[in-house]
C-alpha cells in the first residue's frame, strides 16, 4: 500500500462520520465504530462492509491490517492529534480503528439454516457478560444467539461490538422478546436445556445428547423465565462448591460451550 494520505481538516467529511458514529444514543443504526487492530482484522475477516479505516499518524499501522485493506480494497487514512483529539475528546484514543455499515438484522430463519446448538441469554443484560458469551460460543462452534429482552437496540451497539471484540458479526445474533423467542421454539422442536442448580442433568451429560440444542441462561439475579418454564425445558446443573453462591453467566456457558464442541465444532 503507498503512502497513507493524512486527514488535517475538522472539515474532511471523514471527522463527522467518526463523530457521529461515537454517539451514545442513536435512534437508527446504520453505521459502527470498530475499535483496535484485533477487532478490526476480526470484521474485515467476518466479510463486513467497510467505509473506511483510520490510523493515528503517531502510530504506525501494522502490516497484516494495511495488507487485509489492501485485498478488500478498503481505504485506509490517517488522523492527525490535534484532529483524533477534536473527534474522540476525553475518550481514549484507538491506534486503529474504521467504520463498518451495520449488516442486515438477523432473524429467526437465519437460525433455522444453521444445524449447530444456539444459545438464548434470556434477560441478560450485562454488555460485558454478553460480549464474552459472544466471543466464546464462536470459538466453541454455537450455530447462532438469542438475545432475549437484552435492552439492546442494535448489536452493533457500540459496548457491545467493543465488548466482543468484534465478533459480535461473526455469528447470527437475533433481538428478541421473550415472546417472540418462546413462540419460535415451541414452533421449531429445538430441544431447550436450561442451567439451574437444581437441574437433574449434569454438564457432563450434555455430551453424550446427540440432537440440537438451545442453551438456556437467564441472568444472575433471577435465572431462566417462567416463560421458558412453561416450555419443555431440561435442568441442567453444573458441579460446584457448596460454598460458592453461583457463576457468572459467562462462566456458566463457556462450560457448557465446552461439553458441547464435540457436536458443534467441525470435524477433522
Known amino acids: ?36 487492530i484485533e477487532p478490526l482484522m ?18 504506525p499501522l501494522p502490516a497484516e491490517l494495511l495488507a487485509a485493506c489492501e485485498q478488500r ?21 484507538p491506534k486503529a480503528f474504521g467504520i463498518v455499515r451495520v449488516p442486515k438484522p438477523c432473524r429467526f430463519a437465519d437460525l433455522a439454516a444453521t444445524s449447530g446448538d444456539l444459545v438464548v441469554l434470556d434477560g441478560v443484560k ?7 458469551i459472544l466471543r466464546t460460543s464462536f470459538a466453541l462452534g454455537a450455530a447462532g444467539i438469542v438475545l432475549v429482552d437484552s435492552d439492546l437496540v442494535s448489536i452493533a451497539d457500540r459496548r457491545l461490538v467493543r465488548a466482543s471484540r468484534g465478533y459480535v458479526f461473526s455469528l447470527p445474533i437475533v433481538l428478541a422478546t421473550r415472546e417472540e423467542a418462546t413462540g419460535y421454539f415451541r414452533e421449531s422442536g429445538i430441544r431447550l436445556v436450561a442451567f439451574d442448580a437444581e437441574g437433574e442433568l449434569s454438564t457432563r451429560d450434555l455430551r453424550g445428547i446427540d440432537e440440537r440444542l438451545a442453551l438456556v441462561f437467564g441472568s444472575e439475579k ?7 418454564e412453561g416450555l419443555s425445558v ?27 464442541a464435540e457436536h458443534n465444532l467441525p470435524k477433522g
Do not use: W
Open 73 to 93: 480494497k478498503i481505504p485506509v487514512r490517517l488522523i492527525e492529534s490535534s484532529i483524533a483529539n477534536h473527534v474522540f475528546k476525553t475518550e481514549k484514543r
Open 1 to 36: 500500500m503507498n503512502s497513507l494520505a493524512v486527514i488535517t481538516e475538522k472539515s474532511d467529511p471523514a471527522v463527522q462520520r467518526i463523530i457521529d458514529v461515537t454517539k451514545p444514543s442513536r435512534s437508527v443504526v446504520k453505521t459502527a465504530l470498530i475499535e483496535d
Open 234 to 260: 431440561g435442568k441442567v446443573s453444573i458441579p460446584m462448591n457448596p460454598a460458592a453462591e453461583s457463576l457468572n453467566v459467562s462462566v456458566t456457558a463457556g462450560i457448557a460451550l465446552h461439553e458441547r
Open 42 to 59: 476480526q470484521c474485515i475477516g467476518a466479510g463486513l462492509d467497510f467505509i473506511e479505516v483510520y490510523g493515528l499518524e503517531t502510530s
Open 222 to 228: 433471577i435465572g431462566t423465565s417462567n416463560d421458558f
Open 126 to 132: 450485562i454488555v460485558g457478560n454478553i460480549g464474552a
